[in-house]
């Protein structure tokens, strides 16, 4: 925990690497391994494009791994997380002011009044689902979390890959989602042999920037 | 008479007319001018005020519609509201949006959700669940963030604005709306100072949504919108009604089959009212300049015409002859000058018939000039004059050598040199008698020194043909010589003769006196001849006696003088001559005969003493010869001429 709060002052690509490293030292035998690249309708890399890899046979076993948004500049840092259903997230509060963190999306309502530092408990995210963050008193802040129902998930760098280690083989739906998407992607339909490597990519439409509150 | 009276109501028709047309003219074109610039001005003004008119209002309707998204705006970043929604329940959902919309003053609020469909709605609650009426404003939102417009619910046109609820993405619509109605049309027009109307021109009919016009106008313009929103855009002019408006239409929602116009509309005699005061006063000033006009070149014409027809009747009296008319002379003016002079011409006619002769005599500007104002009388009286006769002596002698013209404009040239010096000493020329001149001192005008001024006049002239003389000899001609008769009397003064022939002149014994004194010069060889009268009404004049005459058929036997000239320029030579001469005389009339004789004798060669003595000596030898009776006066008789 304290480890990972140390780096959150790097940039944000250190931060995704972190979460990366830590889903891959997950010990695993025979484990498969999924390379991902996300790119947009002109073949860019798309990055913060997050995907997440569900068995077809049965429910994914649930992993405990600790998350954290944090407020830093009044910006939601990292933008988009991806986190297992189940996990319990920080918010901790890097500026000098207070923030109002708040979300109405259905899979995590929930409202941290007015605070500074860090909230003693941190809020769990149950339901599976995409959840918006924002600030009751910064419109424009805003942060996406993704709660998926699986330990199998990745984010793209601004390179637009991602990788996910440690798949058991056997039939998944990989699915990906982007804050920016214009329309749903359909899963993707994979087969994992043990130590294999598969490349599987994707490409996302994206919808254009639509308005929103500028950082006063 | 009927016929000089007609002319002249011509002529004073003619002036008026003329004026009175003239001025009609002038005010008509420049009514005309000022009228058409008036109602260009006012046209324009009216134009020019109806476009800012215009752009306020559409500013005004921007503006409200952007106060109208802040405020929303305002409601939908309100946490509580945002909960509110959060919660998905319909109840409290249509709660709050009653209540947020009457924070604003708004007539309804919606929620819509992502998909388009209403969540809640405060306008009819059973909305819930059906989709939004107006996905295109939804769709704008989207786009643009926030959106207003103007969209129809059932008839009623309504401002419609559609915001996010964000939370922080758009997780939900709100459709705030604001009912366009006679209210809202009102306040506009407050703002814009012109009538306002919403018109929806989408449907088969077009529809009058809202406005300020009275009811009796809104067919005739509703009877116009299609015409008046497509010629409208920068002002067009229609009636009304009865009444011509201004009017321009500004698009507010033109997007497929909803198309919603503002109007607005000013009535163009409104706009005009300044102006047709002003009209009024315009016409107002014209008719107090024609009836001005009118009067005036009225009396103008009666001032022109009443004394010219007065003098022409006048000039038709002193044709007839008739000179006793009077012509009023009325003003100052030309007319006035004219009168008097007409006047002046028939006052100068009469007494020209009367003085004619006596003008002809006078050539003092100032004699004439009493003359023709009748100061002096020519209807013949008595009065006190001198009388002076003059003659060329030699003349006949003069002439002998010269040709008929020489000697003639000779003769002209001696009377008109004592004519002058008559003249300039205030005496007038009576006639002329051949060679010589008859003048007259003291007729027609009468001075207290007459005498003094004859006198001085018959000096002038001796002297004055003592100095031609020389002039002559030097031609070749002998010596001129003048003989001057002169005497004072009273005698009767007037025009005398017949009526075609008036002749202003003198008569009398002391005339005929007057004209032998002059044939006595040259008995006495002296020039200048007075009587006794004259010799006493002149003071400071050394006199020579020269005789005592008796005229024919008189008593009284005259004494006649010769003036020698004025006291103190005789010499003292001639005034002991004169002494001794006057000493002789008195002896001889005394009948000292021996000592008179003694004395002539003395004087005998002296100059100017020589011819006298010579008659004398014959007296004497006479007297001697036949020695005088007891009544002797000492006299020597004139017989005729």
Redesign the interface.
């Known amino acids: 925990m304290n480890s990972l709060t140390e780096c959150y002052p790097r940039p944000v690509k250190t931060a995704l690497r972190a979460i990366v490293f830590v889903l891959a030292a997950a010990p695993a035998s025979h484990a498969a391994t999924l390379e991902i690249s996300v790119t947009d309708a002109r073949g860019a890399p798309v990055e913060d494009a997050v995907v997440w890899a569900m068995p077809k046979t049965g429910p994914a076993p649930l992993r405990k791994r600790d998350a954290a948004i944090a407020q830093r500049d009044k910006a939601f840092v990292p933008l988009v997380s991806v986190i297992q259903t189940g996990t319990a997230v920080q918010f901790p509060n890097q500026d000098p002011i207070r923030h109002h963190v708040y979300s109405f999306s259905p899979p995590k309502t929930f409202e941290l009044k007015l605070y500074a530092g860090t909230p003693a408990a941190p809020v769990l995210f149950d339901k599976p689902g995409e959840v918006l963050l924002g600030c009751n008193i910064h419109d424009h802040m805003i942060a996406y979390v993704y709660v998926v129902d699986t330990p199998w998930f990745a984010k793209t760098g601004k390179d637009g890959e991602a990788k996910i280690e440690g798949l058991p083989a056997g039939d998944y739906d990989v699915q990906l989602a982007h804050y920016g998407q214009a329309v749903a992607q359909a899963a993707a339909s994979i087969r994992l042999r043990g130590d294999e490597t598969l490349a599987q990519g994707f490409a996302v439409a994206l919808k254009p920037p639509v308005p929103r509150p500028q950082a006063k | 008479m009927k016929l000089r009276t007609r002319s002249n109501n011509r002529l004073q028709h003619r002036i008026v007319v003329f004026f009175v047309v003239l001025l009609i003219a002038v005010q008509l074109t420049s009514f005309l001018a000022i009228r058409y610039a008036i109602e260009r001005t006012a046209q324009n003004s009216l134009r020019d005020e109806m476009r800012v008119g215009a752009r306020v209002f559409k500013r005004l309707l921007d503006q409200n519609s952007q106060q109208l998204i802040e405020a929303t705006s305002v409601l939908t ?1 309100d ?1 509580g509201f ?2 509110a ?2 919660t998905r329940d319909r109840d409290t959902i249509t709660s709050a949006l009653r209540n947020h919309a009457a924070r604003i003053k708004a007539s309804g609020m919606s929620v819509i959700d992502m998909e388009g469909k209403f969540v809640a709605d405060t306008h009819d609650e059973s909305n819930a669940g059906k989709t939004y009426p107006h996905p295109d404003m939804v769709k704008r939102a ?4 926030r959106t207003s417009g103007i969209r129809m619910m059932g008839d009623k046109p309504y401002q419609v604005v559609v915001v996010p609820v ?6 939900a619509w709100v459709a705030m709306t604001f009912a366009i109605d006679d209210g809202t049309a009102g306040d506009l027009q407050r703002l814009s100072s012109s009538d306002v109307t919403f018109v929806r021109v989408g449907g088969a009919e077009p529809q009058l949504l809202a406005t300020t016009l009275p009811p009796s106008r809104r067919a005739p313009l509703l009877a116009q919108v299609r015409m008046l929103i497509g010629y409208g855009r920068d002002g067009v002019s229609t009636h009304l009604g009865d009444e011509e408006f201004e009017v321009l239409a500004t698009p507010l929602e033109d997007t497929g089959d909803l198309r919603i116009f503002a109007l607005l509309q000013r009535s163009v005699s409104e706009g005009h009212a300044p102006y047709l005061a002003l009209q009024a006063v315009l016409m107002f000033l014209a008719a107090f300049a024609l009836a001005v006009t009118l009067f005036g070149s009225i009396r103008i014409a009666r001032r022109i015409t009443r004394p010219v027809a007065e003098l022409a009747e006048a000039a038709r009296e002193i044709a007839r002859g008739n000179y006793n008319v009077r012509v009023n002379p009325g003003g100052d003016d030309e007319l006035g000058d004219l009168a008097r002079s007409f006047g002046g011409m028939v006052h100068e006619l009469t007494e020209r018939d009367n003085i004619r002769d006596a003008l002809g005599k006078v050539a003092s500007t100032e004699v004439v000039e009493m003359l023709l104002r009748g100061q002096i009388e020519l209807g013949g009286e008595e009065r006190d004059v001198t009388i002076m006769f003059t003659d060329v002596r030699n003349f006949t002698a003069l002439a002998e050598t010269l040709t008929p013209q020489q000697s003639l404009s000779l003769l002209n040239e001696f009377l008109t040199a004592i004519s002058e010096v008559v003249e300039a000493h205030g005496g007038v020329v009576d006639k002329y008698l051949g060679d010589g001149v008859m003048a007259i001192f003291g007729a027609p005008v009468m001075r207290p020194d007459d005498p003094e001024r004859a006198l001085h006049c018959a000096l002038v002239i001796r002297k004055r043909v003592e100095a031609l003389g020389p002039t002559l000899a030097a031609r070749g001609l002998p010596h001129p010589e003048v003989g001057l008769g002169m005497n004072t009397a009273r005698v009767i003064a007037g025009n005398m003769g017949s009526p075609s022939r008036l002749n202003y002149t003198v008569l009398g014994d002391g005339v005929n006196l007057a004209s032998r004194l002059e044939g006595l010069t040259k008995r006495y060889h002296v020039p200048i001849v007075a009587g006794s009268r004259t010799r006493e009404s002149v003071p400071g004049i050394v006199w020579r006696e020269l005789d005592k005459v008796r005229v024919k058929g008189k008593t009284v036997a005259e004494r006649i003088y010769e003036p020698l000239g004025r006291e103190g320029e005789v010499g003292a030579a001639d005034l002991a001559r004169l002494a001794r001469w006057h000493e002789a005389l008195e002896d001889f009339r005394s009948r000292r005969f021996t000592s008179a004789h003694a004395g002539f004798e003395a004087l005998a060669d002296e100059r100017g003493y020589v011819r006298i003595i010579a008659i004398y000596m014959g007296y004497l030898r006479e007297l001697t010869a036949n020695p005088p009776r007891d009544d002797w006066d000492a006299s020597f008789t004139l017989y005729d001429k």
């Open positions: 970043y946490f945002r909960e929604i959060g989207q786009l643009l963030g964000l939370a922080p993405l758009p997780i």
